[in-house]
């Protein structure tokens, strides 16, 4: 289809984020301007830090607010807390855990990295011998993307914790929890997770634009000592600024205005069921895999990531044919194969604002983008499995009703 042609009916956003954004945020954002200096500007601010800590799980921790994407929290969480030349172990299992350790490197940090298959996430017990072996404690800091959005592979951040005391190494923790927070359980401090990070764009449904830290007092105190340079992202201005619900800078005020009625929605649903619902959903993706006989890219049960179901096409054939020919066709978006996966496979990003019904219209559309570029998978079969595992039925039921 040309750029610019009418394209008919909804677009089935089904890319693991941007998400949708629910109507009620758009109309949030709606907004005229206003003085991000009034006397009134606080009574916006301060609740969202609190509520923002409800979703991260902390009661200590310190929320900061960035107008950013997540990249820009990764570099914040990073800089404010290190200097150059600190060592770092990460485990590499993906585009996103790879970017990150780039990322930690231009900034003169030495990571040592964890090669993983890709497929897998964070090994514990790797990590955990590594530590051992640093007697002299010159490892400052473990990195782990707890959903590896590329691969939909999430990892055991509590186990990562686990290895770290078993070790009894005083290493802060840094968790990317850009695909995973507001989505699947993340809980900062009884994980003791001293960095965490998360965009806008994702669970909480909102567009890009907005980079959130959490730093535990631990992370705090490790600010004193960080030489990185920093500037824009330094968190000590944004922590004296916000004390008083400022900021050092302009803020993104139709985001801020979005994000008050993102978190008010997941408080109604309840985070419990916002977890429910997300795993609910992410049985039935996989459910559909299976029936079309294809594999996940996340290779053991252990890795099911719910936000995020990255399917591996047969041999001989390009999961961006899959992805261009379910857009040009059913205006729906598939996420790419990025990086060691470009081709390999498709995703479907379930996440964010999301239910049973849109997700079945996206199983429908990849079994026919499937079926067009020559991929025999059964019609219908996707969606039958999905359907039954929603139901809370077989699918082997399902099939016996059907013959008889
Ligand atoms: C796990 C993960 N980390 C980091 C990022 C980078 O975030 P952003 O694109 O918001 O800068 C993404 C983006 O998709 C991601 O999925």
Redesign the pocket.
């Known amino acids: 289809m040309m750029a610019g042609a009418r394209r008919p009916g909804r677009n089935f956003l089904f890319v693991?984020?941007p998400t949708n954004v629910p109507e009620r945020i758009l109309r949030a954002m709606h907004i005229a301007m206003e003085d991000h200096r009034s006397s009134d500007f606080p009574k916006l601010t301060l609740p969202l830090y609190e509520d923002l800590k409800r979703i991260f799980k902390t009661r200590d921790g310190q929320v900061v607010i960035f107008p950013?994407?997540?990249?820009?929290?990764?570099e914040s969480a990073l800089t404010n807390t290190r200097s150059p030349g600190d060592k770092m172990i990460a485990a590499r299992f993906?585009?996103?855990?790879h970017?990150?350790i780039e990322l930690a490197r231009r900034h003169g940090l030495e990571v040592i990295v964890q090669e993983e298959e890709w497929g897998t996430g964070a090994d514990p017990a790797r990590i955990e011998e590594a530590l051992r072996q640093d007697t002299a404690h010159e490892i400052k800091g473990v990195m782990v993307?707890?959903?590896?959005?590329?691969t939909g592979v999430t990892s055991d951040v509590a186990a990562v914790r686990r290895a770290i005391d078993a070790a009894r190494h005083p290493a802060l923790l840094y968790v990317?929890?850009?695909?995973?927070i507001a989505s699947i359980d993340f809980r900062m401090d009884e994980w003791g997770v001293d960095l965490a990070?998360t965009?806008?764009?994702?669970g909480l449904m909102l567009p890009?634009g907005l980079?959130i830290v959490c730093a535990s007092q631990k992370g705090l105190a490790a600010m004193k000592d960080a030489k990185c340079a920093r500037s824009y992202f330094d968190l000590a201005d944004q922590i004296r600024a916000n004390a008083t619900g400022y900021f050092p800078y302009t803020p993104a005020l139709p985001l801020l205005h979005g994000l008050r009625k993102a978190l008010a929605m997941l408080s109604e649903e309840g985070l419990d069921n916002v977890f429910a619902r997300h795993r609910r959903l992410a049985e039935g993706a996989r459910a559909a895999v299976k029936a079309w006989g294809l594999k996940l890219c996340a290779k053991e049960p252990k890795w099911h990531s719910d936000t995020?179901t990255a399917i591996m096409v047969p041999h001989g054939f390009n999961g961006a044919d899959v992805i261009d020919r379910a857009y040009r066709q059913y205006n729906l978006a598939l996420g790419a194969g990025l990086s060691e996966m470009a081709g390999k496979l498709f995703r479907i990003g379930h996440l964010g604002d999301l239910n049973e019904l849109m997700l079945l219209g996206a199983i429908a559309g990849a079994e026919m983008a499937m079926r067009e570029v020559g991929i025999e998978v059964e019609l219908g079969s996707g969606v039958a499995a999905a359907q039954a595992e929603f139901l809370g039925t077989s699918h082997a039921k399902e099939t016996r009703i059907a013959a008889e």
């Open positions: 693991p984020g950013s994407s997540g990249t820009g929290a990764w993906g585009q996103f855990s970017l990150w993307v707890h959903n590896e959005t590329a990317d929890g850009v695909s995973s990070i965009g806008s764009q994702k890009a980079g995020v």
